[in-house]
């Protein structure tokens, strides 16, 4: 099942929980603005090359648009829409005051130069500046994108509209970055674990933790995890995985990994079958990788009493059914990764105040926003007898419809 797919159909199930009238179903699911633009730039060798841009604006119900831009070969509409969509349940989720976009622009970033690079997200800014602001759509980093990427897009956009930091997030510093946005969905995906912990009378100190992808989000959460006394004892990145039932000295991995060593030759652990990383023996697992990677063929395998969803759609529909039935505690994407764009609203703040948080104020704020979250969720798990998966969905599916009517939609 593809995302557009899945995300759709835990749409309806929530819809379906909370006796939304079938007007305002069929609504909220349809996009607000579907935005596609040929970018045509020259090459470095002086030939013409055209890529396709896209941006989907779903929702603006609740505020701006936010999500991210995607570089990638594949960039494919169907899968933006999802993604989109999925942007505005989630804000909702993190009550943030936005509604859900995506965007994206079908090339490969590893095969362009730096300025053709810079060109092409020049030529998409132009092509798309009066469609997106400050109060409109805030665009941020995704796949194949960075905080150089959103800095172009700052500057093209502020010689038509005049400076505008606050028109994109995810930016560098020294740009009007936020502190503490390179650790926010790692530092929230940890938040988010301490809060259902605790609910099970339980906390990171002594509990056993496998990581997929030791990326963003898999570094950060691993780091502050092990400062926490949890016990890492495997995880992965794309050359394989290795484990240490003792727990892996996060620390000394980092530094070894920062001085150009790989997880498989790293002196702190044992190589191990990465298939069989998914369904190692331990309390909490969290895929920090790949979206589909609980499937079907291993879900049935799982030993993890929790699985944290750092990832984007780690678990497919069927395998979110097994794992319930073996009574696996799934904390779903939509809230578990919501510290990333909960810290990019924190910057949009500050670009607007003009006033600069100190990193203990984003973390602090960050903890606030992620633990009543959790709450909230947990209400409408016990108000609708469902799942945190299907609490998260009915919670920001709920805020969103709530305030569509607030403002009047049929007229
Ligand atoms: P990164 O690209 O920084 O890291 C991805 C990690 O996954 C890398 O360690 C990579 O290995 C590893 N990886 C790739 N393929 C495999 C594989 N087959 N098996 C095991 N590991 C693999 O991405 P992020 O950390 O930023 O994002 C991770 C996930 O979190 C994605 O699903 C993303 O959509 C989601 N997410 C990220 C947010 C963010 O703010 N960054 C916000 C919300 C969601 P290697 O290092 O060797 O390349």
């Known amino acids: 099942m593809n995302a557009l797919a899945a995300t759709s159909r835990n749409f309806r199930k929530a819809a379906r929980l909370l006796g939304l009238d079938s007007k305002i179903e069929k609504s909220l699911l349809i996009p607000f603005r579907e935005i596609k633009v040929e970018c045509t730039i020259p090459k470095d060798d002086g030939s013409l090359v055209s890529y396709v841009g896209f941006r989907v604006q779903h929702d603006n119900a609740r505020g701006p648009m936010k999500g991210g831009i995607r570089y990638h070969p594949e960039v494919d509409p169907d899968e933006v829409n999802a993604l989109a969509q999925l942007m505005t349940w989630k804000t909702a989720v993190a009550d943030i005051p936005y509604g859900g976009a995506k965007g994206g622009i079908g090339c490969n970033p590893g095969e362009l130069s730096t300025s053709e690079l810079e060109r092409l997200t020049r030529v998409f800014t132009q092509k798309i500046h009066d469609l997106i602001g400050i109060h409109t759509d805030v665009p941020a980093p995704d796949m194949g994108t960075n905080a150089q990427t959103m800095a172009w897009i ?14 994109v997030t995810g930016k560098p510093i020294d740009l009007g970055g936020s502190l503490g946005r390179e650790a926010a969905t790692g530092r929230g995906v940890v938040f988010a674990s301490e809060a259902l912990l605790a609910e099970h ?3 990171v100190n002594g509990l056993t933790f496998v990581i997929q992808g030791f990326g963003n989000v898999g570094s950060w959460a691993a780091k502050l995890i092990h400062e926490r006394g949890g016990k890492i004892i495997a995880i992965s990145d794309i050359s394989g995985a290795i484990n240490n039932p003792n727990g892996i000295d996060i620390p000394e991995l980092l530094k070894h990994k920062a001085c150009g060593g790989s997880l ?4 702190g652990g044992n190589a191990m079958d990465p298939n069989e990383l998914l369904v190692h023996e331990c309390d909490v697992l969290i895929p920090c990788a790949l979206g589909g990677v ?3 063929e291993n ?11 750092a990832a984007n759609h780690p678990t497919d529909p069927e395998a979110d059914e097994i794992l319930s039935k073996k009574g696996v505690i799934i904390l779903p994407d939509i809230y578990a990764n919501a510290g990333g764009v909960t810290v990019s609203y924190f910057e949009w703040v500050q670009n607007i105040q003009g006033f600069m948080w100190d990193e203990d ?10 633990t009543r979250a959790f709450h909230n969720i947990k209400n409408m798990c016990k108000t609708h007898d469902c799942n945190l998966r299907m609490g998260a969905f009915t919670l920001g599916v709920n805020r969103v419809a709530r305030a569509t009517v607030l403002r009047g939609w049929e007229a």
């Open 361 to 370: 104020k984003v973390n602090s704020e960050l903890k606030k926003y992620m």
């Open 264 to 267: 498989l030759n790293f002196a």
């Open 154 to 167: 700052l500057d093209e956009y502020s010689k038509f509209h005049g400076h505008s930091p606050a028109v």
């Open 201 to 203: 009378g339980k906390s």
């Open 299 to 309: 879900a049935a395998s799982v030993k993890a009493k929790f699985i944290v969803e």
């Open 294 to 296: 609980l499937n079907k």
